[in-house]
């Protein structure tokens, strides 16, 4: 990361994504100096931690700042920028899956500041490591925005829309996706009472195998090695669930068919 010049920044939103970057910002030296969300514990629960002014109305934000870094859900953005107004400043939005474009008929300023990582309130981060995918209407722009994610990260990126949409599909399948198979897992283990901890070096060892190397040399389990008795045993045991059932076929289906390629 690099010491660069103190921002003064709106955050326009209190969730996961935007308490992350608001904290981390304060602590690089940045100045958040007010916080926008509809809903009043959000707002002041992030106020607190940066020491900013909070409002759940948008008409009392401040007029001008460096930065508007609005970080609301993607559904969201083109009504809370139409709730915005006249303002002066950079205007960015942190969503992988839209364009800075939304931003074009009301500012001149705009961009993207789009962290590839998922994010929760109440576990600590530290975002140095967390790639910052950027874009701007403008070069100036782009080195202000830059400079900006270079002062919380250590891996900022040059992208377009289509490069985002793209990682963020890809993140639906190797973190949403994951995390699902992952409550389904558990789910079988809780109906039988036993200890969900015990998948815990389980998956420790699998995501440690999956960051040295492509996914596709990583692949075990009954499907990759063509075990149809165990996988008929497997079958069986979720005959009281099945969804559970068509969704362990299916990605054996799926495994064994990539496997063939």
Not at 47 to 60: D, L, Q, V
Not at 176 to 196: C, P, W
Not at 244 to 261: G, R, W
Request: aromatic share 8%; proline share 3%; charged share 20%.
């Amino acid at each position: 990361m690099r010491k660069s010049k103190h921002f003064s920044i709106v955050m326009v939103g209190a969730g996961n994504v935007a308490t992350h970057l608001a904290c981390a910002l304060n602590e690089a030296g940045h100045t958040v100096t007010d916080v926008f969300s509809a809903s009043e514990q959000s707002a002041r629960a992030l106020a607190e931690k940066t020491g900013s002014a909070w409002t759940t109305s948008p008409g009392r934000l401040p007029g001008a700042s460096d930065f508007f870094i609005i970080s609301v859900r993607d559904s969201a953005i083109e009504s809370v920028v139409a709730g915005l107004g006249e303002r002066q400043g950079m205007m960015l939005h942190t969503a992988g899956s839209a364009g800075m474009e939304i931003f074009k008929e009301q500012y001149s300023e705009y961009g993207v500041f789009y962290p590839f990582q998922t994010f929760r309130k109440e576990q600590d981060m530290d975002l140095s490591s967390v790639p910052f995918f950027i874009e701007s209407n403008t070069e100036e722009g782009l080195l202000k925005i830059r400079t900006l994610a270079e002062s919380i990260s250590n891996n900022v990126i040059n992208s377009n829309l289509r490069e985002r949409v793209l990682l963020h599909l890809s993140a639906a399948f190797a973190c949403n996706f994951t995390t699902y198979m992952v409550r389904v897992a558990e789910s079988i283990l809780k109906q039988h009472g036993i200890d969900r901890s015990l998948l815990t070096p389980l998956l420790e060892e699998t995501f440690r195998k999956l960051l040295i190397g492509p996914a596709d040399k990583m692949q075990t389990g009954p499907a990759t090695r063509g075990d149809s008795i165990t996988m008929k045993k497997h079958y069986e045991l979720l005959a009281g669930n099945s969804d559970y059932q068509k969704l362990y076929n299916f990605i054996s289906e799926l495994i064994q068919k990539h496997d063939k390629l």
